[in-house]
């Protein structure tokens, strides 16, 4: 397997998910083929990606001509045209691309995408607005669920703990959630131990079951 070629990712609809996400894959070090079929957006990316080209996705003759076989990795970045998104998918599928990531604005648009041939759905607002709502509602600074019903946050600590080692705190078994590390403003990230002292105004890094996270970060 060439390694060099399995770097090269390409992004279909650059939009401002999938404009993102080419951005951000070039400083990653990928090498990135952007493909959509309003000129403006391809004449705007053009110094930036290794490779743009205007093209119709959904058109299988079309992602032939880009060179799309040699690609194992593929990232659709249409939404609001669901026909579109779902049509690209299916072809990318029927031409053998190993690894699709798809964008969806619904739930049911990612069943959709799933049952074309989409390996991984991506909900950018839905993920959004579900971490916003946690960051909002309690003292959490950073949230991120996984799909399994487990979640890392980044919270204040509650008042309480400043002062107290984490095994005094016993959060682990008062609320089921273990703290991975605690950090001051100015002072660089520490992994947590049960000896460790929380500091004043700190932040806990904490894992654990979503439910229990957030009950964790509700309190005060
Ligand atoms: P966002 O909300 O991330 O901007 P949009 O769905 O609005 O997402 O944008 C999707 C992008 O995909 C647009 O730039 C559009 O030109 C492009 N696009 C839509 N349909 C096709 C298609 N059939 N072939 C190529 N590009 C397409």
């Known amino acids: 397997e060439d390694i060099a070629q399995d770097d090269n990712i390409v992004v279909i609809g650059l939009g401002r998910f999938g404009g993102q996400v080419a951005d951000s ?9 952007g493909v959509d079929e309003n000129p403006e957006l391809v004449q705007q990316w053009s110094d930036k990606l290794t490779h743009v080209v205007q093209a119709d996705s959904t058109d299988e003759d ?12 593929a990232v659709v970045g249409i939404g609001n045209d669901i026909e579109a998104s779902v049509l690209t998918v299916l072809t990318l599928h029927e031409l053998g691309i190993r690894e699709i990531w798809a964008k969806a604005v619904s739930a049911k648009h990612g069943r959709i995408l799933r049952s074309v041939g989409a390996h991984h759905v991506i909900y950018p607002e839905a ?9 909002i509602a309690s003292r959490m600074l950073d949230f ?8 890392i946050a980044k919270t204040r600590a ?3 703990a400043a002062g107290r080692t984490l095994a005094d ?15 001051t403003h100015g002072t660089d990230f520490l992994y947590a131990a049960p000896e460790t002292v929380v500091p004043e105004n700190a932040e806990l890094v904490v894992a654990g079951s979503t439910e229990l996270v957030q009950k964790f970060a509700a309190t005060t």
Not at 25 to 33: A, Y
Not at 144 to 151: L, Q, R, V, Y
């Open 25 to 33: 894959l070039l400083q990653l070090g990928h090498e990135v083929l």
């Open 62 to 73: 079309a992602l032939l001509q880009v060179g799309i076989k040699e690609f194992t990795r």
């Open 127 to 135: 993920t959004m607005g579900e971490r916003v709502a946690n960051l």
């Open 144 to 151: 991120i669920a996984f799909d399994d019903g487990f979640a």
């Open 158 to 160: 509650p008042r309480h």
């Open 169 to 183: 705190l016993a959060v682990r078994t008062q609320y089921g959630i273990t703290v991975v590390g605690i950090k």
